[in-house]
């Protein structure tokens, strides 16, 4: 079945440093999710990604999607603190169910 | 808003004991989830239901069971209670099987198995 792998595990930064997290599927997607989720939270939808090659912005966050359509990455530029949590892509293709990879920890160290 | 609830944020139970867990969503959504949230493993889904009476499995529902007898409600059971069910337990939901739907979770139940 299909399999979205993420990277890394766990990252630490040091407050303001970059950090960017990698999703990559074993099968060519018809979109990507993005949720984060607080520490003690929930899952929360970020953003959705559709067309090959597509980047898209929200303030310090950088959302790609491969031309294959089979990764993306999400990138924070200048980490904050309240960029602490889980980052989860989730990947579809044939169905509407997503599967979800297993997440980047976000710790930033002040 | 969408609100996704689910009926306890934490629960004890002992090993054999039947554990129901309850969600509701009030947005008249369609699809909904349960997910079991274990450190280094992600989500993984137990089972999903996309109406009324209807139910799939998903990649782990061994030891589960589900329950949709109303279209705001989904409940998942335990019939008998382990200790390698002691996870954080997420309900979610979506409006349609459009593949561009978003799902929405509730708080979470932290479930222990003693």
């Known amino acids: 079945g299909q399999q979205v792998m993420q990277i890394p595990q766990y990252q630490h930064v040091q407050e303001g440093e970059d950090f960017t997290t990698y999703c990559n599927s074993s099968t060519t997607l018809s979109n990507i999710q993005w949720y984060k989720q607080r520490p003690g939270g929930h899952p929360v939808f970020l953003i959705q990604l559709v067309k090959s090659g597509e980047v898209k912005k929200q303030k310090r966050l950088t959302f790609q999607f491969g031309e294959a359509k089979k990764n993306s990455s999400l990138h924070i530029t200048a980490t904050q603190t309240t960029d602490v949590g889980t980052y989860f892509c989730a990947g579809q293709s044939g169905s509407y169910i997503p599967t979800f990879g297993r997440g980047t920890s976000l710790i930033v160290h002040p | 808003d969408v609100k996704v609830t689910q009926s306890s944020r934490y629960l004890v139970k002992r090993t054999g004991e039947k554990v129901f867990l309850e969600c509701v969503q009030d947005?008249?959504?369609?699809?909904m989830f349960w997910y079991r949230q274990d450190p280094g493993l992600g989500l993984r889904l137990i089972y999903f239901?996309?109406?009324?009476?209807?139910?799939e499995k998903g990649d782990i529902p061994e030891g589960y069971s589900v329950s949709r007898e109303k279209k705001e409600r989904f409940s998942l059971i335990l019939e008998s209670a382990s200790t390698n069910q002691t996870s954080m337990y997420l309900c979610a939901s979506s409006p349609t099987q459009r593949k561009t739907d978003t799902q929405y979770f509730g708080p979470g139940t932290r479930l222990t198995v003693l």
């Open positions: 239901s996309y109406d009324v009476k209807m139910k």
């Open positions: 947005m008249d959504h369609e699809n």
